[in-house]
Every structure is written in C-alpha cells, then in structure tokens.
C-alpha cells in the first residue's frame, strides 16, 4: 500500500507557504548570508549556506522566515534556505528538531516541515522518541498532524504498537485510515484483525464507514494466500456494496480491490455487474 506522506519533493512544494508562516525563532546575532545576496545567483547562495555551520544556518533560517513573514524579503529567494534545510537535515539533532516541532504547534506549515526533517534523517520511518509518541497520544494536537507524524515515526514496542492502534480507532477518518494503513506495514495480523472486525461490524449494524479501507486491507492479506472460501466472502460483498449507492471514488477502489485479487470470479463478478461503468470494465 503506498504510503500517503509528505517527502522531499513535496518539501519544496509546501516550502513557499511555509515561509509565510509566524513562530519563529529570532536571535541577537544577525544573519551571515540573509540580507547579504545581491548580485548572487540562487545557486551561489545556496553554496554559501553550505559553508556556515548548522547552528549559524539555522540562525539565518530563522531570520529569512521571520522577515519574510513580515513582507521584508522574497519568498522565492527564501526557497534557497528551505532548500539547504533539506540538504543538512542530517547535520540537524534529533532534539533539535522535536524541540522545534513543539515550538512550533501553533504553526501548522512550519510544525509538518520540522516533523519532515525527521523523513529525510530516517526515509524508513525507523526513528522514535518518547516526545513524539506523547504528541500522538495528546487529545489536543491536530488529528492532520497525527496524519503526517506517524509515517515519521518507528513503531517497534508492544506499547508503541498499541499508540498506533489506538489511533486506527480514532474518530477523525483521516487519521484513522492513515494508522490503520501503518499498521498494516508493521503489523499485518492486527490490521487484518481489525479489518475482519470492521466487516463484522457492517453485518451486524449496517455500518460502512470503515468498510472499503477494510477491503483493502483484506486483498492485500489474501494477495499472499486465501482459500476459495474467503474469496467468495469478499466477492460477495464487493458485489453487495457495488449494489447500493457509493460515491464513484469507492466504487473504484472496491473495483480496483476485485482487480488485485487476480481471480477470475472476481473479474466476472466486475464484467457483470450493472452498476459498474463500462470503462471500469474495459479496464
């Protein structure tokens, strides 16, 4: 399942809007290559970030994003920080970072491209810290942020596992669908578990909201192995929602689920359903 995160490339995207954005540090020292670029190409600005140290280029990331925010220099121009900020994630302290994230709670542009600096330093999501679980485990931080925090976060311990399970049954969709999706990744048996129970639910109470997720879930699991009976189950009720009225985005996801179990009765179910579009069955 892909992952549904932010990651480099994206980091420039939301860099310009970022740089708009208020809680910033401001210190007594003035900036070695801010207010200090005329007559320089972007690249040879970014040359001269690189030879600052990490404490002195993160002074002068500071004073460009503040003076930026109050209309005192070019947000393309301030592109050239965020993107040196990429380049030396590295070079950045884990503390160094979480203590920014926190700083930083009010900010909802700057607090995700702190939280993102963690993707650079550990792209496998490998990385944890007993401040990063209690922010998750705060009722009071933005569920979009829970959303973007978990696929920077490793999640080994039995107590660890058991933050991201809690927050698969959260009632913020988003987050709960993005944790489950997680959770899947590191421990297949508890999302597949939870995605039986989520069918369950649907039969004995009608309720769907977590319904397609949980198919999705289930044909991956059965990609690796399934008997003829737990085929025909999820044929069944592919057949049974694709009946009632869905919006068109779940009607071809589950399509798309019956395509991914790579079994003929599942394409013939598709073919012949009347509710199916005909480029859908083409496809």
Request: proline residues 3%; contains cysteine; aromatic residues 8%.
């Amino acid at each position: 399942m892909k992952r549904n995160r932010f990651i480099p490339a994206a980091g420039l995207a939301i860099a310009t809007v970022l740089l708009f954005s208020a809680s910033i540090w401001v210190f007594e020292n003035r900036p070695t290559i801010w207010g200090h670029t005329e007559g320089m190409t972007q690249e040879e600005i970014m040359e001269n970030l690189h030879q600052l140290t990490i404490a002195e280029f993160l002074k002068d990331f500071d004073q460009a994003m503040d003076d930026i925010q109050k209309g005192k220099g070019d947000p393309e121009l301030g592109i050239c920080w965020a993107q040196v900020c990429i380049d030396r994630a590295s070079e950045l302290s884990n503390d160094e970072i979480i203590s920014r994230i926190y700083e930083t709670m009010d900010d909802v542009y700057l607090r995700q491209w702190w939280a993102e600096m963690f993707y650079q330093k550990y792209p496998q999501g490998d990385y944890n810290h007993p401040r990063l679980l209690k922010l998750l485990q705060d009722e009071n931080v933005d569920p979009s942020f829970k959303s973007v925090l978990i696929y920077f976060v490793g999640f080994r311990t039995p107590e660890e596992i058991e933050v991201l399970r809690m927050l698969a049954q959260d009632a913020d969709q988003q987050l709960s669908t993005r944790a489950t999706n997680r959770l899947n990744e590191i421990d297949q048996k508890t999302a597949v578990d939870m995605a039986k129970k989520a069918v369950a639910t649907y039969h004995s109470k009608g309720d769907m909201e977590e319904l397609p997720e949980a198919i999705d879930i289930l044909v991956q699991q059965m990609q690796n192995g399934a008997s003829r009976e737990e085929k025909d189950e999820i044929i069944a009720l592919c057949n049974e929602l694709l009946d009632s009225d869905l919006e068109s985005g779940t009607k071809d996801s589950l399509v798309y689920n019956m395509q991914m179990l790579s079994d003929l009765e599942a394409l013939r179910m598709v073919v012949q359903h009347p509710k199916v579009d005909n480029t859908m069955k083409k496809g």
